[in-house]
């Protein structure tokens, strides 16, 4: 009778645990299908610019990772988006062609590419940013500093355990 207790006890366990996974799967749904929303709302100038360039959608995150920490390198803002230096060098690349944003060579080490908006599209790319962001920072307001450091501690081991049952990036890129 003690082996049933204990079989029960796992079984609830596992049925908690899988009942867990299934709400964070749809909280996450929910929050990237509301980010993903903003892009109805990209202001005209930058529409423009995304159109004329051939530039889309994957070209955001760089975007956004520049928008929030103007000037960053290109290793850094291919570490703050995930994908590899060569794919994020491409995007900068092509980001800087259509003037949205501006690559110089670190005076400080040449070998490094530095990059940020450029001043005709600084205040727009600005503003659309912390509008596509703002129910983030709400959100984060909303809790207290105990419950905010939790939550983003329980984000950072669901995004490390998310990336080490990621296939590397080459080996997807050779499925293609």
């Known amino acids: 009778m003690a082996v049933n207790r204990v079989t029960a006890a796992r079984a609830a366990s596992r049925d908690a ?5 299934r709400e964070v799967l749809r909280l996450l749904v929910s929050v990237i299908t509301g980010l993903k929303r903003g892009r109805a709302e990209v202001p005209n100038t930058l529409r423009e610019a995304f159109a004329g360039g051939g530039l889309g959608p994957r070209h955001v995150p760089v975007l956004m990772a520049v928008a929030f920490s103007d000037p960053l390198s290109v290793g850094e803002i291919a570490e703050r988006i ?13 980001l800087d062609r259509q003037g949205i944003v501006v690559r ?53 081991v669901l995004a490390a355990e998310s990336q080490a049952d990621a296939e590397p990036a080459s080996a997807a890129a050779a499925d293609c």
Not at 17 to 21: A, C, N
Not at 82 to 94: D, N, R, Y
Not at 114 to 125: F, P, Q, S, Y
């Open 17 to 21: 645990s899988r009942d867990d996974v």
């Open 82 to 94: 995930g994908l590899s230096l060569a794919t994020t060098s491409l995007m900068v690349g092509e």
């Open 104 to 156: 110089a060579e670190d005076e400080r080490d040449r070998r490094r590419t530095i990059v940020c908006l450029h001043d005709d599209h600084r205040a727009i790319v600005d503003a659309w940013s912390e509008e596509r962001t703002s129910p983030v920072l709400r959100a984060l307001e909303r809790m207290s500093p105990a419950v905010r450091k939790h939550f983003l501690e329980g984000l950072a």
